[in-house]
């Protein structure tokens, strides 16, 4: 591909970013929800305004992240702006699809078609019109998982940062270590030096150190100081969610765990997956998976740990009750 060709190429695939961006950002925020929605997202919506202590854990990510878009955007009240926001991080997730397709070597048709399938799976949508930490959630998941398939020394230190300060947004992608681990032991022998180890660690500890915003935060007493982390008690009982119970996502009486709950747990899980998008598309995702790892393509390997410890480990491990509130709690993190 000679110079004049290339830049062609990247003058389009710029273009087509900026055209996706746009219109899904549009789309989104004409069907963003005008005010307060139900579920967490009052809660939300109280703590990016005043920067308060939500409910274990907290989310301090999303409290500070969201108070900087509030105040970068000042038209439109509260409740829609931060409905915008959620909006806003769903349309960088949609791009981040379009980027991590063309690295993995998909034409840039078929890296949007990918995003507009994504685009279209029902938790997707939901979650980019009401205020939650599912959206950035999302972003960051996308984020680190650019800097895995990337693979390098530096794109791996930028990932261990994101990761920190991504788990402070919802604990969820603790589950991505194991991919993460994998990356490095398998991919990448450069970072598995003293000093790479130690940039790594400390760019994660980095980015995790958005959690000392809580007790700093709680110690002003703002509206919302759920816990009050003060302490290192308090502090600790918020990060390990123990009003919960570390292991599960209810509140409520939880299930005993058995092997006749886990197997009911595993076809609730198939259930609320069938219903992101239709089983064709999955059923080709499964196909390309096996072609790619019979072309020895390790991408497929990390793509594979990725949804089984975010997928029905978690599911698993969230241990909710059978009932239509644990049906709607779980439909959100499908995203």
Not at 168 to 197: C, D, S, Y
Not at 263 to 283: D, E, S
Request: charged content about 10%.
């Amino acid at each position: 591909m000679d110079f004049e060709e290339k830049t062609g190429t990247i003058v389009t695939r710029k273009l087509a970013l900026l055209i996706l961006f746009l219109a899904s950002f549009g789309v989104f925020a004409r069907l963003a929800a005008p005010s307060v929605t139900v579920g967490d997202a009052g809660e939300f919506m109280t703590t990016s305004q005043t920067l308060s202590i939500a409910h274990p854990p907290s989310f301090p990510t999303y409290a500070v992240a969201g108070k900087l878009f509030l105040e970068l955007v000042p038209f439109g009240s509260s409740p829609l702006r931060s409905n915008y926001f959620s909006g806003l991080t769903g349309a960088l997730s949609l791009l981040m699809v379009v980027v991590i397709g063309l690295e993995l070597g998909g034409g840039l048709i078929f890296s949007i078609l990918l995003a507009l399938i994504f685009a279209g799976s029902a938790s997707f949508l939901e979650n980019n019109l009401v205020t939650e930490v599912f959206s950035l959630n999302t972003l960051f998941f996308l984020l680190i998982l650019h800097c895995l398939v990337k693979n390098v020394a530096s794109w791996m230190v930028l990932g261990a940062f994101l990761l920190g300060i991504g788990i402070g947004n919802h604990q969820i992608l603790i589950f991505m270590g194991p991919a993460f681990l994998w990356a490095l032991f398998f991919r990448n022998e450069k970072v598995w030096t003293r000093k790479g180890w130690f940039l790594l660690s400390g760019a994660f500890l980095l980015g995790f150190s958005i959690n000392i915003y809580l007790p700093i935060r709680a110690a002003k007493d703002p509206p919302l100081n759920w816990g009050k982390p003060t302490t290192l008690h308090r502090f600790y009982r918020t990060l390990a969610r123990q009003d919960y119970g570390s292991l599960t996502l209810s509140l409520g009486e939880a299930p005993q765990r058995n092997m006749g709950n886990s197997l009911r747990h595993g076809k609730q899980f198939l259930k609320h997956i069938g219903g992101q998008a239709p089983w064709g598309v999955f059923a080709v995702g499964f196909l390309g998976l096996m072609i790619s790892i019979a072309n020895r393509r390790r991408e497929a390997w990390l793509i594979i740990i990725l949804f089984l410890f975010m997928g029905p480990l978690f599911y698993l491990l969230g241990n909710l009750p059978f009932n239509a509130q644990s049906d709607g709690i779980m439909g959100r993190f499908f995203i």
